[in-house]
Nanobody, 116 residues
């Protein structure tokens, strides 16, 4: 089984920054989909950002201009740099990977709390 482990979450004040990491036990250079999703209490899980077809990035409207998704193929790690965080960004953030001829895999999530 492919395993994903998210880290980097925590408590941050509004306007602050966090960098999330997702360590993948597979070669992410082969992935057709690498994504970050989040789920706030009482809400559906939603897409934050993704990399498709190896190099095309997509962002949710709320993430555009504030968040940056990136990857390090050699380290098999996906990152989410989050700047200018807002209280409404509070959620559990999940990493996803889609590999050829395989179902999507998900990490356990990392908590991000934005509060003063």
């Amino acid at each position: 089984q492919v395993q994903l482990v998210e880290s980097g979450g925590g408590l941050v004040e509004p306007g602050g920054s966090l960098r999330l990491s997702c360590a993948v036990s597979a070669r992410i250079s082969s992935a057709y989909h690498l994504g970050w999703y989040r789920q706030a209490p009482g809400k559906e899980r939603e897409l934050v950002a993704r990399i498709v077809d190896g190099d095309i990035t997509n962002y949710a409207d709320f993430a555009e201009g504030r968040f940056t998704i990136s990857k390090d193929n050699a380290a098999n790690t996906v990152y989410l740099q989050m700047d200018n965080l807002k209280p409404e960004d509070t959620a559990v953030y999940y990493c996803n990977v889609g590999l050829p001829r395989s179902p999507w895999f998900w990490g356990q999530g990392t908590q991000v709390t934005v509060s003063s």
